[in-house]
């Protein structure tokens, strides 16, 4: 592999995170002829097909895997080296991807903001999905830091929780049924609920086998905001990050008094101990930890 490139690495990267040619080709301000002739110039350089094409999608081979892996080592330790010389020069550069599950999206820019102003020159990428897609942001070793409640159980994460994630039970605010009781006086209440494998939904799944609780009427809904509008319209009751409450209004809901609640979780800030941590990660996720 003589004719390894940083350019060819670089490109492929981009294809594999943008997850098409022609969006690689916007973000790298290259014609796609450009990066279609660059891919097909490294797969011809490794010699065994990289990427195949399902459903309109790019999916990785196991020799595109090694490749994309060897990307983010390759260039994740040149920015390293570039942001070190850059410091020396008394000059701030580099990058941070970040992905955080979606009930992350409320607490993190309050963190983000006075670390953007203190590092002006850094280049920030935040996702927000949810743990599933996450997870597999995570598998693919495509971000710097992750933000989760409950992090896959990897021996190759590294998980430092950084803040409490409090669960309340919310009801219209016309709401007239029992209150000041136990979530067992509630299970014949309509519950508003966040999917199967959400870490809100496993904190409670998780106080509900303690405590032999069995929920009557469950509705699922994937989404915190329509979660918290479906309450307000008066659709049933909900449990929900405080975290997520105290972005939005709350005119239309109200938080009851029930017994063991909140229920707590933590946030921790993940990293994978097989992706180089770039100097701008390292600083971020410092911040977070100190704030505990």
Not at 216 to 236: D, P
Request: charged share 20%; glycine share 4%.
């Amino acid at each position: 592999m003589n004719s390894l490139t940083f350019r060819l690495l670089e490109v492929f990267q981009q294809v594999v995170d943008s997850g098409s040619v022609t969006a690689a080709s916007n973000a790298l301000s290259l014609s796609q002829p450009t990066v279609s002739l660059q891919l097909k110039k490294l797969t011809s350089i490794v010699g065994l097909p990289l990427v195949e094409h399902y459903q309109g999608k790019i999916q990785l081979t196991e020799a595109g895997e090694a490749v994309y892996r060897c990307a983010q080592e390759v260039l994740t330790s040149q920015e390293k080296l570039n942001s070190q010389i850059s410091a020396l020069r008394g000059v701030e550069v580099g990058s941070l991807k970040l992905a955080v599950v979606t009930t992350a999206k409320y607490i993190i820019p309050p963190f983000l903001s006075p670390f953007c102003k203190q590092h002006p020159n850094i280049d920030v990428r935040f996702t927000v999905g949810n743990r599933a897609q996450i997870i597999e942001r995570l598998s693919h070793n495509r971000d710097d830091l992750y933000i989760f409640t409950y992090p896959p159980e990897d021996e190759e994460l590294e998980c430092v929780p950084f803040m409490s994630n409090p669960l309340v039970i919310i009801a219209p605010s016309d709401y007239d049924g029992p209150d000041n009781c136990s979530l067992s006086e509630l299970v014949n209440q309509k519950f508003l609920l966040r999917e199967q494998g959400s870490g809100t939904r496993r904190t409670l799944d998780e106080y509900c086998d303690l405590k032999r609780i069995t929920l009557n009427n469950k509705m699922i809904i994937e989404s915190n905001e329509a979660i918290r509008l479906a309450v307000s319209a008066g659709l049933g009751l909900a449990i929900l990050s405080r975290h997520t409450l105290a972005q939005a209004s709350t005119d239309n809901v109200k938080i009851l008094k029930v017994r063991d609640f909140p229920l707590h979780s933590n946030w921790q800030v993940v990293t994978n101990k097989r992706r180089p941590i770039s100097l701008s990660a390292q600083a971020f996720r410092q911040s977070l930890i100190e704030k505990k």
